[in-house]
């Protein structure tokens, strides 16, 4: 039996931590769903990159519901305990949906760069067949990764304290529970293949940019520049969001944080980016933001009124 500790932080912070979580929580649910409902309802939005953004926003709400609903509970609980077992499977969920996540915004960036680079080739190689493959490679992709890190981490042994300082089964405080002499080669070992994994997907992304950038300059009006880069440049904002704040998580010099610090940098990237996400496709996609209006807004003032 492990334990969620909570002694590190200001008591008094704990009631107003649940309260922004849990709106940002609903939030996630009501913006991803809502993202869903209106590219199924409008039949134009049946394209391959509404279909990745939906797949998206499924992985985001598993995510959320993943890990937010028990962490809000241990918030204001005087009893935080929680099995091996419920501990392994919201690891595994948690590194599923979020590698699965990874994968997903590489396959929009190279949706874009074929749409953008290869419009010609585009219903060839972007099908609804080639579509449902890819979307289905990154859940598996997402699912090995997920077993592969929580199988390496709970064959560990551990003793001595059964406290985790964090909100949630977060893997780096998990990995300082454990003992023997190959709790250092297995930590290395579990963020070698973590930073690997989402430094591949980002070069990958990156790499597609830097062949659209190129195919945008070669535009010749501004307008047909401006317009063309704008069907990036939601997918562009999510992809900084989700690595600027996993590389401050992940990447950040060891010790340079408190552990207070720590846990709480940690447990606001798990709640604010899949957040933020349906905020940035919602305002900064076009098509998105006049089919939402269309089908909902417009529909609920009518109400309303």
Request: include cysteine; proline fraction near 3%.
């Amino acid at each position: 039996m492990l334990k969620n500790s909570r002694d590190t932080f200001p008591q008094q912070l704990l009631p107003v931590l649940f309260l922004l979580y849990l709106l940002m929580f609903l939030f996630t649910l009501l913006g991803n769903l809502l993202i869903m409902a209106t590219i199924w309802i409008e039949h134009r939005l049946h394209t391959p990159m509404y279909l990745f953004l939906c797949a998206l926003s499924v992985s985001e709400i598993l995510f959320t519901v993943a890990i937010t609903p028990r962490m809000l509970a241990d918030l204001l609980s005087t009893h935080r305990s929680i099995t091996f077992v419920s501990c392994a499977s919201q690891m595994f969920f948690s590194f599923m949906f979020g590698f699965t996540h990874s994968f997903l915004l590489m396959v929009m960036g190279y949706d874009r760069y074929v749409a953008i680079c290869h419009p010609l080739h585009y219903n060839v190689l972007m099908s609804p067949h080639d579509c449902a493959r890819l979307v289905a490679w990154t859940w598996a992709g997402g699912s090995v990764m997920g077993m592969m890190v929580t199988m390496i981490v709970f064959h560990l042994s551990f003793c001595g304290s059964n406290v985790i300082h964090h909100f949630a089964c977060h893997v780096l405080s998990l990995l300082k529970l454990a003992c023997g002499n190959k709790t250092s080669s297995v930590m290395m070992g579990v963020m070698l293949v973590c930073v690997t994994a989402l430094i591949g997907c980002l070069f990958l992304i990156i790499l597609s940019y830097v062949f659209i950038v190129a195919a945008i300059l070669r535009i010749p009006s501004a307008e047909g520049r401006h317009k063309t880069f704008s069907t990036c440049a939601s997918h562009l904002t999510v992809v900084v969001v989700h690595y600027s704040f996993a590389s401050l998580i992940y990447l950040k010099p060891k010790g340079f944080h408190s552990m207070y610090s720590d846990a709480l940098m940690a447990t606001t990237y798990t709640v604010f980016t899949p957040f933020l996400s349906p905020i940035i496709f919602s305002l900064r996609n076009k098509e998105l933001k006049n089919a939402i209006n269309k089908n909902f807004y417009r529909k609920f003032c009518t109400l309303s009124s």
